[in-house]
């Protein structure tokens, strides 16, 4: 099983509204992560969970916050987000030991900031 | 800072002929990923290359890694309409993990 959740799939929010987008994994993998994607554009890098700790905060704005509750999950909380804000939120996992590095992506979540 | 240059940004080919997409850097990686994108949904991984040369296929899809693990090539033959999308190349940093992508190459297939 390769299979990586997220919901909600889609989501539309005001600038002062908060909200939470939620990612699962069940593959035993140790790190997640948060990305960012704009239309046709590679993913960018928000955020990486090694073994449930923050280890990696590619200085994304407060407005955005992460948080791992366990090993299978991964939370990434709004507030006050901006309308540049409105995109592709993506949660991927990966094994930590070995070489590949190999990152199994979620569905991702349709963000719009309104 | 490492960089992965993918090029064609943009592909538009008929259905049936071949086409090839590159990924160069200038930095060694431990590993290279490629993904294929579909609008709306999340990149799926395709396959990994890990040993310099080495050579993968996937049905009509090969994939090659460059000898000095600086670069990597995907080649189809005999391209489908299924095949259109977006195909991300990726790079893995050994010392941490993190995935260098390339700008993409979106292809789209035209029966």
């Known amino acids: 099983d390769t299979e990586v959740t997220q919901t909600p799939k889609h989501l539309v929010m005001g600038m002062t509204n908060k909200k939470s987008l939620k990612c699962e994994q069940h593959?035993?993998?140790?790190?997640m992560y948060w990305y960012k994607q704009k239309a046709k554009k590679p993913p960018e890098l928000m955020f990486v969970?090694?073994?449930?700790?923050?280890?990696i905060n590619e200085s994304v704005p407060s407005r955005f916050s992460p948080e791992c509750p366990n090993s299978s999950l991964l939370n990434l909380h709004l507030h006050a987000l901006q309308p540049e804000d409105s995109a592709l939120y993506l949660c991927?996992?990966?094994?930590?030991?070995?070489?590949?590095?190999?990152?199994?992506f979620g569905p991702g979540t349709r963000l719009t900031v309104t | 800072t490492q960089l992965l240059e993918q090029s064609p940004q943009f592909l538009s080919i008929q259905e049936g002929e071949n086409l090839t997409v590159y990924c160069n850097s200038s930095?060694?990686?431990?590993?290279l990923q490629w993904y294929r994108q579909e609008p709306g949904e999340g990149p799926v991984l395709l396959v990994t290359?890990?040993?310099?040369?080495e050579v993968k296929k996937l049905k009509r899809l090969t994939f090659q890694f460059g000898d000095a693990r600086k670069d990597s090539s995907l080649h189809i033959t005999a391209a489908q309409p299924g095949d259109t999308g977006l195909y991300l190349c990726?790079?893995?940093?050994?010392?941490?993990?993190?995935?260098?992508f390339g700008q993409g190459t979106t292809l789209q297939v035209k029966p």
């Open positions: 991927a996992s990966s094994q930590i030991q070995g070489y590949s590095y190999e990152q199994y």
């Open positions: 990726a790079g893995a940093d050994g010392n941490t993990g993190k995935l260098i």
């Open positions: 593959m035993g993998h140790r790190a």
């Open positions: 930095s060694v990686f431990s590993s």
């Open positions: 290359v890990v040993t310099g040369g």
């Open positions: 969970y090694s073994y449930e700790k923050l280890s």
